[in-house]
């Protein structure tokens, strides 16, 4: 079956600092990926996706790129802010199978950034 | 555009009454809703897929008499937590995809915040 699997948080950072959180993935088609963000107290909100190998998301100076070959998707800004602090996801989308349409979410990381 | 809405943001209600939270697609038609279950400071629990016109698909050990689903048109999907008690209480998500085409993305509500006392 798919799986997303995200580094654990909680992840502190200071202002302008660097950032990474990392994220592979199993899945049996050829999926889309996603990262979505959940500021506190409210839903998510889709930060970047990518759809298909090789394609780099980018969205408010995050990034990540979509690497088939180490099935991995991982996030990154050359310099968080405060209000960068929120809970990440990272997920996927598998338009083969049982599960179509639905989308498989990693345990969330839990970014705070500090002045 | 793609913006889904939930009513109400938050709700407290008391143990053994039923609760109804309304997901509805305000710009956009949606074939697939999709609702989720948010414990604190864990991920997103898929609980059910419901497609406008027939009835949900529940996740295994999510109780369907339970937590009713009824997708009556494009831009509406409801939520009933039956007979709730203080174990029901949590963060409920729902998403959809809309019937314009698909390309693996989800559009989120804000979320439902539900007390059981």
């Known amino acids: 079956g798919n799986s997303v699997t995200q580094m654990e948080g909680p992840v502190t950072l200071s202002e302008e600092a660097f950032l990474t959180i990392n994220c592979t993935y199993t899945a049996t088609g050829y999926p889309s990926l996603f990262w979505y963000v959940q500021y506190p107290g409210e839903g998510l909100q889709l930060l970047l996706k990518?759809?298909?190998?090789?394609d780099k998301g980018s969205n408010k100076g995050f990034e990540a790129t979509y690497r088939k070959e180490t099935t991995s998707f991982h996030l990154e800004k050359g310099s968080v802010q405060v209000s960068d602090s929120a809970v990440y996801f990272c997920a996927l989308s598998d338009p083969v199978g049982a599960g179509s349409y639905q989308l498989t979410f990693g345990k969330g990381t839990k970014l705070s950034v500090i002045p | 555009g793609a913006v889904v809405s939930q009513h109400p943001s938050w709700v407290i209600c008391k143990s053994g009454t039923s609760v109804k939270i309304e997901c509805r697609s305000l710009d956009f038609q949606a074939t697939t809703m999709f609702w989720y279950r948010q414990f604190p400071k864990q991920s997103l629990m898929l609980m059910a897929t419901?497609?406008?016109?027939?009835?949900?698909?529940?996740e295994q050990g999510v109780e369907k008499d339970k937590f009713l689903i009824n997708h009556a048109s494009l831009t509406l999907s409801t939520l009933t937590v039956t007979s709730a008690h203080p174990e029901d209480s949590s963060f409920y998500i729902c998403?959809?995809?809309?019937?314009?085409?698909?390309?693996?993305?989800?559009?989120f509500g804000p979320g439902t915040r539900l007390t059981v006392t």
């Open positions: 419901s497609n406008e016109g027939s009835k949900a698909t529940y």
């Open positions: 990518a759809t298909k190998a090789d």
């Open positions: 998403s959809a995809i809309g019937a314009q085409g698909w390309d693996g993305e989800q559009y």
